[in-house]
C-alpha cells in the first residue's frame, strides 16, 4: 500500500500563491493533482509523467505549474495568481502498476 502526503495547503487572498507538495512512500508512475470544490466533481488540476511530460486543467493553464523529483518520490504544485475559483480540495494522485492511489487532501481557500 503505497501512501501520500501532502502538504502546503491554506488560505490566501486572490492573487496570492500557494505551493503544494505531495511525498509518496514509494516509486509511482504519472503523479498529478486533482481539486474538488464544493458541489462540484473532482477535477483535474495537473498531472506529469515520470519524463517531466505535463498536462493541465484549462482553468489553471499559465498560472499553475507542476513539477516532480524522482528521487524523493515527491511531486510539487506552484500555484501562482489565485482566484477565488480556484478554492477546493486539492487531493496528489499517483499511478502505480495496477492501481491508482490518493492522498487525504488538503484546502486551499481564496478569498476574494
Known amino acids: 500500500q503505497v501512501q501520500l502526503a501532502e502538504s502546503g495547503g491554506g488560505l490566501v487572498q486572490a492573487g496570492g500563491s500557494l505551493r503544494l507538495s505531495c511525498e509518496a512512500s514509494a516509486r509511482l508512475g504519472n503523479m498529478g493533482w486533482y481539486r474538488q470544490a464544493p458541489g462540484k466533481q473532482r477535477e483535474l488540476v495537473a498531472v506529469i509523467t515520470v519524463s517531466g511530460t505535463t498536462n493541465y486543467g484549462d482553468s489553471v493553464k499559465g498560472r499553475f505549474t507542476i513539477s516532480r523529483d524522482n528521487a524523493k518520490n515527491t511531486v510539487t504544485l506552484q500555484m501562482n495568481s489565485l482566484k477565488s475559483e480556484d478554492t477546493a480540495v486539492y487531493y496528489c494522485?499517483?499511478?502505480?502498476?495496477?492501481?491508482?492511489?490518493w492522498g487525504q487532501g488538503t484546502q486551499v481557500t481564496v478569498s476574494s
Open positions: 494522485n499517483g499511478r502505480g502498476i495496477i492501481r491508482e492511489y
